[in-house]
């Protein structure tokens, strides 16, 4: 493995891989090569994707396009940024480009989009900073040495689904859809002794994201009482965006059609609608309301995101057992909720 984590990065890598690190080191939840998907058609890749928590009440979502090339373009890449902010309803949009020309940060600003020139971007190569990190193109060869990955389970391909639902909206679709493969990584952690660590990092970045998701989403509540925001995750765990009344509209519309157009249909509607009610009432999702629904918890939320990305792509492979409270905390609470037992993750009690 060490072979392979001291490849030498193309070279437009190597600029994304240290915009990546300047960007965490200025405190932002940073992701790298997000794929943008409208309608089932793979559109492009989100260079960098970055989220920030401002205050209690403000979040924002920042796009950056970066394009390390003798002919840059950067007047085309401020225009593409911006239609990609639109698409993904970013809060807002960074070019880095080698170009030095002041007439491009010029034009970005009047577009609104931050332009990090070549004079910035030269200071960055040449300052010195190591970061103890793998890059995405060394988790991803990590995952293809393991020769089952695509037969067991489609290890990769999950990995890129999770990564482009950062560039739909953070809602709880997008959430509850990690939960899932999230789950299937803890699983592959305990069954795959003699490669849990990959499983585990996978598991970790995912983890992240839920929790970005999580505290995205907690913006809008935050100043609810506590009863009140477990309530509402319980419903969004649960139903997904649509919550409650939203999910019961569709199943009234399909029990309604089944009803006027199948043989004795009337039977039939009940009997699928009472089990579709006892699957919904069988989800573990009181759990997780009431444990993000804590102040401290979500007040941590944005910082364990951050170290459970870190976790994942740190180069000397570090465990959950040696983090914080704050996320071995969040991490068995989504061990309780796929009823997965803790000491299989080294933790007997919390």
Not at 30 to 53: A, S
Not at 200 to 225: G, M, P, T
Request: proline residues 2%; charged residues 25%; hydrophobic residues 40%.
């Amino acid at each position: 493995m060490t072979e392979i984590l001291n490849k030498t990065p193309p070279k437009g890598y190597r600029m994304e891989e240290t915009l990546r690190n300047y960007f965490l080191r200025s405190g932002y939840f940073v992701v790298r090569g997000v794929p943008f998907v409208y309608e089932g058609f793979d559109v492009t890749d989100i260079d960098l994707w970055m989220y920030g928590r401002t205050s209690s009440v403000a979040r924002e979502v920042t796009i950056v396009d970066a394009k390390n090339k003798k002919t840059p373009q950067a007047i085309e890449r401020i225009f593409w940024v911006q239609g990609l902010r639109i698409a993904t309803k970013a809060s807002s949009a960074i070019v880095a480009t080698t170009d030095r020309r002041q007439e491009v940060k010029d034009f970005g600003r009047d577009l609104g989009v931050v332009v990090l020139d070549g004079n910035f971007l030269n200071k960055l190569a040449t300052s010195g900073d190591q970061f103890d990190r793998i890059s995405d193109e060394d988790l991803y060869r990590q995952i293809s040495e393991y020769s089952l990955s695509k037969l067991d389970g489609d290890w990769k391909g999950r990995l890129n689904l999770c990564k482009s639902l950062l560039a739909s909206p953070l809602s709880f679709d997008a959430c509850n859809e990690w939960l899932t493969h999230a789950k299937f990584f803890a699983e592959q952690a305990i069954t795959k002794e003699n490669r849990r660590e990959l499983p585990l990092r996978c598991l970790y970045l995912i983890c992240s994201f839920i929790a970005v998701a999580i505290d995205y989403n907690l913006k809008e509540i935050s100043f609810y009482e506590q009863s009140d925001r477990s309530k509402l995750l319980k419903e969004g765990f649960t139903y997904g965006t649509r919550g409650n009344l939203g999910i019961k509209k569709i199943i009234n519309v399909a029990m309604g059609l089944i009803e006027e157009n199948i043989k004795d249909g009337s039977a039939i509607a009940r009997q699928l609608k009472s089990s579709v009610d006892s699957q919904f009432e069988a989800l573990n999702t009181m759990i997780l309301g009431e444990y993000f629904a804590k102040n401290d918890v979500a007040r941590s939320l944005f910082n364990v995101a951050r170290e459970f990305e870190s976790l994942a792509m740190n180069r000397l492979f570090v465990s959950h057992n040696t983090a914080t409270v704050e996320l071995r905390s969040m991490l068995f609470c989504l061990l309780d909720y796929w009823q997965i037992r803790r000491e299989l993750f080294g933790e007997k009690s919390m």
